[in-house]
């Protein structure tokens, strides 16, 4: 079936640690993008590309980093300089030519910094 | 980007219509109006979107009035599942990867 994998479902990390969360898709969407959520709190942008080899930050970006080298994958590297790296975090596609407002997200990665 | 607001929550129980209102002052001509639903530890998943007037789905209704600066969501029925929480995002037209920010939603309850 069609869809975007996240992995892994759970990761726990010591401080100081940089974290990779993986996010592969085979919809052939364009756009990508990566989404921050702390509990009780709304989804904030970290980083989207709308092709391979570019991206751009989002709201919240300082901190983490991200590679788009093939169109099915767009993974966060979530690094030390992070302060506050303890959250859930989406990955959401949306088709390129023709986009009308319809993201698909992944399960999520929980986070947690021990 | 337009801007949204919604109410942080609404309670309802089962059996009645629950229809939940945004407000995007701001919206431009070729942005469209997408209601998404999250339950905990999942992502959101899309319900109804709309452009202008009134869209119906075999989950919900999507009513958007001419100067679109607003949209209401209606459910009708609701049940304890669907006590969720509430999305309302505005987004351009045919720009992919535009920066899509979304609001702090409306958790609705269901109570029984």
């Known amino acids: 079936d069609g869809g975007i994998t996240q992995s892994p479902k759970y990761l726990f990390r010591k401080e100081g640690q940089n974290v990779t969360l993986s996010c592969e898709q085979n919809?052939?969407?364009?756009?990508m993008y990566w989404y921050r959520q702390d509990p009780g709190q709304g989804l904030r942008l970290i980083y989207y590309?709308?092709?391979?080899?570019?991206?751009q930050k989002g709201d919240i970006a300082e901190g983490y980093s991200v590679s788009r080298e093939k169109k099915e994958s767009f993974p966060l590297t979530v690094t030390s300089a992070q302060k506050n790296p303890t959250a859930f975090y989406l990955c959401?596609?949306?088709?390129?030519?023709?986009?009308?407002?319809?993201?698909?997200f992944g399960e999520g990665s929980r986070l947690t910094v021990l | 980007l337009a801007k949204t607001t919604q109410p942080i929550s609404m309670d309802s129980y089962e059996g009645q219509e629950v229809n939940i209102t945004c407000s995007h002052n701001?919206?431009?001509?070729?942005?469209?109006i997408t209601w998404y639903q999250q339950f905990p530890s999942q992502g959101p998943r899309f319900i109804i979107q709309?452009?202008?007037t009134k869209v119906t789905n075999e989950v919900a209704s999507l009513f958007i009035p001419a100067d679109r600066k607003s949209s209401t969501l209606s459910l009708p029925r609701v049940s304890l599942s669907d006590t969720a929480v509430y999305y309302c995002l505005v987004g351009a037209a045919n720009q992919a990867g535009t920066a899509l920010i979304f609001g702090k939603g409306t958790t609705l309850s269901v109570s029984s």
């Open positions: 701001n919206i431009a001509t070729n942005d469209y």
């Open positions: 919809l052939n969407h364009d756009a």
């Open positions: 959401a596609s949306s088709r390129g030519q023709g986009y009308t407002g319809e993201l698909f």
């Open positions: 709309g452009y202008k």
């Open positions: 590309s709308q092709i391979v080899n570019d991206f």
